[in-house]
Nanobody, 124 residues
Framework: QVQLVESGGGLVQAGGSLRLSCAAS????????MGWFRQAPGKEREFVAS????????MYADSVKGRFTISRDNAKNTVYLQMNSLNPEDTAVYYC?????????????????WGQGTQVTVSS
């Protein structure tokens, strides 16, 4: 059974930075892809970024492009989301997700496993 555990969330002032981590376990993660999504109160879950375990190809939502960077450490089965220049609109619960295929979909339903989420709050 795949398990995903996020960490690194917290409270930060606008303009600040946070780095989220997602530790994956339960299978060999040499293939497939990982994604980060977020959900603000009263809003639908939205795609943030994704990365392939093999090769490291990435995809970003337009709203975070140039500010957020997704990366992975294959040896640690861990995916990171470096978030810079944060603004209050980035406030949400951030979830990491895993899928077996190598496509990088932006649709949440195409991911197989999910973490419990970590809260990110950006104050103005």
């Amino acid at each position: 059974q795949v398990q995903l555990v996020e960490s690194g969330g917290g409270l930060v002032q606008a303009g600040g930075s946070l780095r989220l981590s997602c530790a994956a376990s339960g299978r060999t993660f040499s293939s497939g892809a990982m994604g980060w999504f977020r959900q603000a109160p009263g809003k639908e879950r939205e795609f943030v970024a994704s990365i392939r375990w093999s090769g490291g190809s990435t995809m970003y939502a337009d709203s975070v492009k140039g500010r957020f960077t997704i990366s992975r450490d294959n040896a640690k089965n861990t995916v990171y989301l470096q978030m810079n220049s944060l603004n209050p609109e980035d406030t949400a619960v951030y979830y990491c997700a895993s899928r077996m295929g190598t496509m990088l979909p932006t649709v949440a339903s195409l991911y197989d496993y999910w973490g419990q989420g970590t809260q990110v709050t950006v104050s103005s």
